[in-house]
């Protein structure tokens, strides 16, 4: 009697399965479209979602309309639905996509079914042009373009700034594109000097990075765009992975007007600095000795250029040898603007005695802001010089054939051509090669030494390589069984990243392993491991080798 309760029981489980079947099969397919908003900004990202529901083996073909956004992200998703016994298949495919321009635009999904092209509903998208002031309720994040001159001239450094603003808190961001401009030499500010400060907006409280600073020189004349660029910012979600979510915005494009210089009334010893420029000299002594000699500092401020100006005395000082030297360097920005600072020391070495007088020394400029050249000046001085010149002139006293009192002697000039040291070597002991035999020396010691690098690098590699990892592939070698391989790869994603690809979201799994070349390898493994079929031997040779190209990146990716 038991037994036909069972045989009654799994009667009745068999039949519900097969009926759940027959009612998933019998359900029409659905195609769907969904958009998070059908109002764009020009500039700002959306999530597009196309659904096949309860349509196995459908197959997307495409997006009309897609041509007039960038598709920044895309990734799958699938979800099992079970209402009253009633299952519903859905896979999704989602796509983060930013628009090119503005207008009003379609968006239509076309999905391949039983050899049946079926199109989703219609979209209607509008764009508009993106707005980043902050009128009427606040967004969530924005970023903005600042030039510290719109209008320029050809010589003058500008400051482009980028500034982003965000309610939330921030793992990381960075530029999707390179940020080359036409038109300009451009050297960035590093990011270690990028600043982060809490700022209120309309009343709402962001922080606001300085996502990127650059200074920008103009190669010509002529007027510049300055492009959009595609930016990412990883938001932190907060959970116990410490994950994130991409957020894209992209940057508004600017006008930069550069021109020519005027050529009327270019001073002769214009050296190609445009912009304000400020001069502090000092002298160190106004009174020296003859056999001394006494410094003139130089410091150069301003926001203009400097490159061009290696020296500040361009002819000689009667009176005086003159040795300068450009000891340091310093530009940076302040307020969005550039300023620069340099510094000369000039060392001044009388050639007589008496009252020198130095005259002014003017250095040459283009200021924007009068549209005119001006000057610069480093004050003149006079400076006394004390004592007599030696050997000029020799007291002699009662010198048989010589009258007393002062003579001149005449002065004779010695030439040295050579001096030669010929050092003691008690104690040492000396080396000397023929130089026809230098150059092979020397070859040969750093031949021995990268050899020795080459050496020590390996020994150094051996001793960070990761064990655990490696035991853990070594067992992948050594069974064909497709649940043992399964388990083996999931330890080791799990070893590497603290996540198991087996009670993990796809989702999860592509946020986690994103950045690091892994995601569509990882994914391409769990499809074929997760395929009910029984893998041939060619299958699980395939599977290895996709699995050891995983290992190779793996065991070059520092443990998260």
Not at 176 to 195: A, M, Q, W
Not at 284 to 291: A, N, V
Not at 439 to 458: E, K
Request: aromatic letters at 10%; hydrophobic letters at 35%.
């Amino acid at each position: 009697m038991t037994g036909k309760k069972i045989n009654f029981i799994l009667f009745i489980i068999i039949a519900a399965i097969f009926s759940m079947q027959v009612s998933v099969q019998a359900k029409e397919p659905q195609f769907r479209l969904d958009i998070n908003s059908i109002k764009l900004a020009r500039g700002e990202s959306t999530n597009l979602v196309l659904s096949l529901i309860d349509a196995r083996n459908a197959e997307v073909a495409g997006i009309d309309g897609l041509q007039n956004f960038d598709v920044l992200s895309q990734n799958t998703s699938m979800s099992t639905q079970v209402i009253n016994g009633d299952a519903s298949i859905q896979n999704n495919y989602n796509y983060v996509i930013m628009p090119k321009k503005t207008g009003q635009f379609t968006l239509c999904g076309n999905v391949k079914y039983e050899g049946k092209i079926h199109q989703t509903n219609v979209l209607q998208i509008e764009v508009v042009e993106g707005n980043n002031s902050q009128n009427g309720e606040a967004k969530d994040f924005f970023i903005k373009t600042i030039l510290s001159d719109n209008e320029a001239y050809f010589g003058q450094k500008v400051v482009l700034t980028y500034e982003f603003y965000s309610r939330y808190s921030i793992e990381d961001f960075k530029f999707l594109d390179k940020t080359d401009i036409n038109g300009f030499i451009k050297k960035e500010v590093s990011r270690d000097k990028i600043n982060a400060e809490f700022v209120y907006v309309d009343g709402k409280k962001y922080v606001k990075y300085e996502a990127k600073q650059m200074y920008l020189s103009p190669t010509k004349a002529g007027t510049f765009t300055i492009p959009s660029f595609k930016f990412q910012a990883d938001v932190s979600t907060g959970d116990f992975f410490n994950s994130s979510q991409p957020y894209y915005l992209q940057t508004e494009s600017k006008e930069l007007k550069v021109k020519q210089l005027p050529i009327n009334n270019q001073p002769a010893d214009f050296s190609g600095i445009v912009g304000n420029l400020s001069i502090d000299a000092k002298y160190s002594k106004q009174e020296i000795d003859l056999k001394d000699s006494l410094a003139l500092n130089v410091t150069l401020t301003g926001d203009c250029s400097l490159d061009g100006v290696k020296k500040i005395i361009k002819d000689t000082i009667p009176g005086f040898s003159v040795y300068e030297t450009e000891k340091d360097t310093e530009e940076g920005i302040e307020n969005n603007r550039y300023k620069v600072k340099k510094e000369f020391e000039i060392i001044l070495v009388p050639e007589k005695n008496g009252d020198i007088k130095i005259e002014p020394v003017y250095i040459s400029y283009f200021s924007p802001k009068s549209g005119s050249y001006e000057k610069a000046e480093i004050p003149g001085t006079t400076i006394k010089v004390k004592g007599d010149m030696p050997g000029s002139q020799v007291q002699t006293q009662g010198q048989p054939g010589i009258s007393s009192g002062t003579s001149l002697v005449p002065v004779e000039t010695i030439k040295i051509d050579q001096v030669s040291y010929e050092p003691q070597n008690d104690g040492y002991l000396t080396f000397k090669f023929k130089k026809d035999y230098l150059l092979i020396t020397l070859f040969l010691l750093i031949i021995l030494a990268a050899l020795a690098f080459a050496l020590y690098w390996m020994v150094i590699h051996q001793k960070k390589k990761d064990k655990n990892l490696f035991n853990l592939y070594k067992q992948l070698n050594s069974t064909d069984d497709q649940n043992e391989i399964y388990n083996i790869f999931n330890n080791m994603i799990k070893h590497r990243f603290s996540l198991s690809v087996k009670a993990s979201s796809r989702s999860l799994i592509m946020t986690r392993l994103s950045g690091y070349e892994l995601v569509n390898p990882v994914l391409e493994v769990m499809d074929l491991m997760e395929n009910k079929k029984q893998p041939t031997p060619e299958d699980r040779v395939y599977i290895k080798g996709k699995i050891k190209e995983i290992y190779k990146k793996l065991a070059n990716t520092k443990r998260a």
